[in-house]
């Protein structure tokens, strides 16, 4: 999981990458049993129907790929629990955390990659040590 913003110019263009990155990086008898989910930090600009084009846009638009977006507070406090930290810096620009975050089956934080473009190999071995507990 990773929170993101549509109208983002680099950072994001940048974990979306990363999030791509990992899915095809997943042994194929596991892929059934991850959900790849991507949460606005923008819901007044990311409604529905723009997570919806973004998605199809990017490619991401299988049913692996989740695109989520709820109220300010939900995000604010969303993104807390998260650590993820960000703050409006224009009309449609954020600065904000670059963290991917590992759920396991019932919901709990289980591990986090912080930075854009870094080596992934620890993610995807948390993500398939969750996912094979699912088979």
């Not at 263009?13 to 923008?42: F, G, H, Y």
């Not at 650590?83 to 759920?103: C, D, G, R, W």
């Amino acid at each position: 999981m990773v929170m993101i913003y549509t109208s983002c110019k680099y950072a994001c263009i940048k974990l979306v990458a990363d999030m791509r990155n990992i899915e095809q990086r997943l042994p194929n008898n596991l892929k059934d049993n991850v959900t790849l989910v991507l949460v606005s930090i923008d819901p007044t600009v990311d409604t529905p129907k723009r997570l919806k084009a973004y998605a199809i846009e990017i490619k991401m638009n299988g049913s692996q790929w989740v695109f989520l977006r709820s109220s300010k507070e939900n995000t604010i406090e969303f993104a807390a629990v998260l650590a993820v930290i960000y703050k409006k810096i224009a009309p449609l620009e954020f600065s904000h955390s670059n963290i991917i975050t590992v759920f396991n089956a019932d919901g709990e934080l289980t591990y986090q990659q912080e930075g854009l473009g870094v080596n992934s190999d620890q993610t995807i071995q948390k993500i398939t040590e969750k996912a094979q507990k699912i088979n």
